[in-house]
């Protein structure tokens, strides 16, 4: 999620609906130096470079070093014209070039955890604790130690990073990522709805819960017969949201699949882990979504739907989207363009309860190095230059000035003649952004702070699953067959489409517990119950 740095107004750059954003803050809601740092890896004629070590380090042979990031590879050459003018700085400066490689969206987790297990050499790859099972791919010697590596061949980042954020950085006691640890966001999810059709709706003020989605929801479906309410997709699942709007729970950073099983009871009892699926939350969450079914507010064949919810939504077509705040932020300036006068509202999940709004971890994204890189010294010096070479930084971000933007009153915009199809770039950079070399955009609503961050202030709480790495080993099995089942009947519960809700509910939870369920409640709140020891010591 996010702590504020009033010095900073995010840009987005939002390659797809199912965009994962990584990121974070710093430690004590300040914001970071703005002072530009001075490059200290500078080449010298002999093909060494000093990188503020101890010791020059051997550069003389050229290396390739490949970063594998999340996100559709871009179409439109813009990218390769843009990596191009990194890598001359990066071969001037360390001999070395950057390849990027993507794991498309299509089926990304399980591309993302083979990529990994294939014993590929990859060098660089995006990380994040929260959604790309990293723990659980350290348990499985995916990434290399890098406590050795990095004072040396990446020591501006090193010094920046504090030791309470590496200590949250390390897999048995050994430093296996780089955390995004100094940029602001929050990555909390909610819906997005039309703030023009609300009030058409008698909806006049911001809506509370999801009942008020209902209604919202009811009144495109009874007055505007060309919008279907909701174009959702099935590969969007919102029982997580519900749970955070309906109970105190919290999420945990255990990956289950489709939807989350396994939680905490509340802020207040963080250590108990317990379950929604077993709640009478899942029961009340199927009953609304097969109500919402046989209203009609999405299409009858959801289930094989492919459209994107986003681009319905700019069209006019839809009146409902989710996503996060960071995403709504951008979203919000497209639609005043697209659909004028739409007003666009976000209904936070968190908004309900009130009371499991959690910041968000330090290593929801990051970067690590693979553990059969061959090149680990010379990609910890690239990664170096990304995160602390300002030229760099703005190009793998931005774009080149001039073609994909320019600078006007303190933030970007697009340049005259600039055509999206044509023009438009990404890099789906989420491994070590910095506030300090942001650029605020005038793509993102500017009155995000006053609202949205406003009122996350009021009822954030400090994340506190930053250290808890939870070892799969005793329930690799089980966790899969758990994944699995989700997998298959959750896309239909979740859309109403799995007959009586009650059943099916009774259905699905008999098939978790086949699945292994209780023997992996019992094994995390085993460990839970070691890492409260561990916080309650303070060791």
Sequence with gaps: MFKKSSAIL?????????????????????????????????????????????????????????????????????????LAEVNKIMKEKINAE????????????????????SGEPIDLITIGTDWLDTWGNAQRGAFMNLDDLLPKY????????????????KYNGKIVLIPEDQYTQWVNHGFFYRGDWAKEAG?????????????????????????????????????????????????????????????????????TVNSPVFEDTMVKYATMMKEWADKGFWREDVLNNKNDTRA???????????????????????????????????????RQGGNNLLELSITHGGTSVGAHSKNPERALM????????????????????????????????????????????????????????????????????ETY????DKIKKPYPYGQFVFDKTPVEAELTAITQVTGEMGP????????????????????????GYDKVLAELQKQMDAFKAKMESGQ
Aim: proline content about 5%; hydrophobic content about 30%.
């Design 203 to 271: 909806i006049t003020e911001p809506i509370k819960d999801w009942e008020g989605i209902g209604k919202y929801l009811q009144y495109i479906k009874d007055n505007k017969p060309d919008v279907i309410p909701w174009d959702a997709v099935s590969g969007t699942s919102t029982f997580g949201g519900f749970d955070t709007s309906y109970t105190d729970n919290l999420e945990l950073p255990i990956s289950t699949g489709y939807l989350p099983v396994f939680t905490t009871k509340s802020y207040d009892e963080k250590y």
């Design 492 to 515: 239909a519960i979740a859309y109403g489409k799995a007959g009586d809700p009650v059943k099916a509910v009774e259905q699905f939870r008999s098939k978790l517990k086949t699945a």
């Design 382 to 449: 690239a990664y170096d230059l990304i995160r602390n070479d300002e030229q760099i930084y703005h190009l793998l971000n931005y774009g080149i000035e001039g073609v994909q933007y320019e600078v006007k009153d303190g933030k970007r915009q697009q340049p005259a003649g600039y055509d999206e199809t044509k023009d438009g770039f990404y890099s789906d950079f989420w491994g070590g952004r910095v506030d300090k070399f942001e650029i605020p955009s005038v793509t993102t609503w500017d009155q995000l702070e």
């Design 453 to 456: 961050y406003a009122e996350y």
């Design 10 to 82: 995010l840009s987005i750059l939002m390659a797809s609906s199912l965009a994962a954003c990584s990121g974070n803050n710093n430690k004590d809601n300040k914001p970071a130096d703005s002072a530009k740092p001075s490059n200290n890896a500078s080449t010298n004629t002999e093909g060494s470079t000093n990188t503020g070590g101890d010791a020059a380090v051997d550069t003389s042979k050229f290396v390739k070093i490949t970063y594998m990031v999340l996100g559709n590879k871009p179409t439109n050459g813009q990218f390769e014209k843009v």
């Design 312 to 350: 319905s939504l700019r069209a006019g077509l839809t009146g409902l989207d989710q996503h996060h705040t960071q995403t709504f932020g951008g979203l919000r300036v497209q639609m005043d363009k697209d659909q004028p006068g739409s007003d666009l509202q976000m209904f936070p999940f968190a």
């Design 154 to 169: 990446a020591p501006q980042t090193y010094n920046s990073i504090p030791q309470e954020d590496w200590a949250e950085s």
């Design 98 to 117: 950057l390849e990027w490689k993507w794991i498309e969206w299509t089926d990304w987790q399980t591309k993302y955890n083979l990529a990994l297990a």
